[in-house]
């Protein structure tokens, strides 16, 4: 009857601190979110792009991204769409933290050296300057062969016309493509890299199961030198049970 | 959960609470360990070992992945070993995931074996041998754990005054999901135990 009693104002007792905590836990705005969180970025041209994600892959909606310059100062903080993926001007040069935060107190960060201005020009410009025509089929191919003439005093000098600023030429457009690949590459690799691994899950029970054996063997040295003291734990265990 | 090491090394209040949280964890495992007798050792290791490979079973729960936590588990299991089992499994997991930090191991470790310490003092050594009491208490234990580790999370992280209200509507239905699942798979291990091993329930390490 007692006991019965007890396990009521128990049951009372669990459900007040229950509701007490779900309050507390509200007001807070935590959460639970028991898992990983990844962060990527990338330059492309003057503008710094990329993902906060999940360990396997799926973006982080709506996840906050805060850029610090080599000062540790804050220049920027951003919100990720949908799909986790952000975009911003940075407006200064150099190495740059990014620090991708879910409210649940995830976080990731990552470091990025980006180009100046004028490398990043120069090297988008450099593909534009020697295309010596605007698109001519014939001018095309004597560029492509390295041992014409044309071609030499296109690749040493500005000489060519300035015409093709506006429209991008192959050669621009390859590499172009050639950068979104590698973007996506880079991506695919810290992707699979954050993966969890069977191995890793393995190797991490072995480990604990191998600090319970040192547990163990502590334990063992301990009773043998308190000299047996304990010969029937069981007992002890219930004896002191029953003193609480 | 896992309070990451960013998010604490900003502030100086967030330094105070890596030191409490250190200074709690220590004292939580050195208390625990000198209780501990000999024959739960293996129980403390088979746990912290659920606890750290049950992080890596990624469950979708709507536009975000969870996995399960099991500290209420853990609490009615271990009582207040929960500590040294939990310390070691968030080191192996900050170790092969990277997740939580190193610099914030001490207060995870409080925000999540704390909890199941309450837990236990709530709802440990089940008493009544009723299905349906062994059963609730269980799914108790599973769901309170959960909350106050989330609770406590939230906590440290509105005092270091991080401004992060983007999420609040998704982060209450993951939240409320995640500690109902681990109510059910909590109060299933519970009534399981109670029918084929009942003295596992009664950790005597935190009476």
């Known amino acids: ?244 | 959960m896992h309070l990451n090491d960013v998010v604490l090394s900003v502030s100086p209040t967030g330094l105070g609470i890596m030191a409490a949280g250190w200074l709690g964890a220590a004292a939580g495992v050195g208390w625990s360990l000198r209780r501990l007798d000999y024959e739960r050792i293996p129980l403390v290791g088979v746990m912290s070992a659920v606890f750290f490979a049950v992080s890596a079973v990624q469950i979708p729960l709507g536009p975000v992945a969870v996995h399960l936590v099991l500290n209420g588990l853990m609490g009615l299991l271990l009582g207040a070993a929960a500590f040294p089992a939990i310390m070691i499994a968030l080191l192996l997991q900050w170790l092969f995931f990277g997740e939580g930090g190193i610099t914030t191991l001490g207060i995870n470790t409080v925000n999540m074996a704390l909890p199941a310490v309450v837990v236990y003092r709530l709802f440990g050594g089940v008493r009544s041998a009723r299905p349906a009491a062994v059963w609730w208490s269980g799914f108790g234990a599973g769901f309170v754990s959960i909350v106050l580790s989330a609770a406590l999370t939230g906590l440290c992280i509105f005092a270091v005054g991080r401004n992060l209200q983007g999420l609040s509507v998704l982060v209450w239905i993951t939240d409320g999901g995640l500690a109902f699942g681990e109510g059910l798979v909590t109060a299933a291990a519970v009534a399981f135990l109670h029918q084929v091993r009942p003295e596992a329930l009664r950790p005597a390490a935190a009476s």
């Open chain 1, 1 to 244: 009857m007692n006991q019965s009693r007890r396990c009521v104002l128990r049951r009372v007792c669990a459900a007040r601190a229950a509701a007490f905590f779900f309050a507390c836990a509200m007001l807070c705005n935590s959460t639970a979110y028991a898992h990983s969180l990844y962060i990527f970025a990338t330059q492309r041209g003057d503008q710094v792009e990329g993902k906060v994600y999940f360990r396997g892959g799926s973006g982080a909606a709506g996840a906050k991204v805060e850029v610090y310059d080599a000062d540790g100062a804050k220049r920027h903080e951003l919100t990720c769409d949908e799909e986790g993926r952000f975009r911003f001007q940075p407006g200064f040069s150099g190495k740059m933290r990014l620090v991708g935060i879910l409210e649940d107190g995830h976080a990731t960060e990552y470091e990025l050296e980006t180009m100046t201005a004028e490398t990043g020009d120069a090297a988008s410009e450099t593909p534009n300057r020697a295309a010596p025509g605007d698109g001519d089929p014939p001018n095309d191919s004597v560029r492509r062969d390295p041992q014409s003439g044309p071609a030499l005093t296109a690749e040493t000098g500005p000489t060519a016309t300035g015409e093709s600023i506006g429209e991008p030429s192959p050669l621009a457009a390859a590499i172009e493509r050639l950068r979104d690949e590698v973007i996506r590459l880079r991506e695919d690799i810290q992707t699979s890299r954050s993966r969890a691994e069977w191995r890793d899950v393995l190797g991490g029970i072995g480990y604990i199961f191998g600090l319970t054996g040192i547990a163990f063997y502590l334990s063992a040295r301990r009773r043998a030198s308190r000299g047996e003291a304990k010969n029937h734990p069981p007992a002890a265990e219930r004896a002191r049970g029953g003193a609480s």
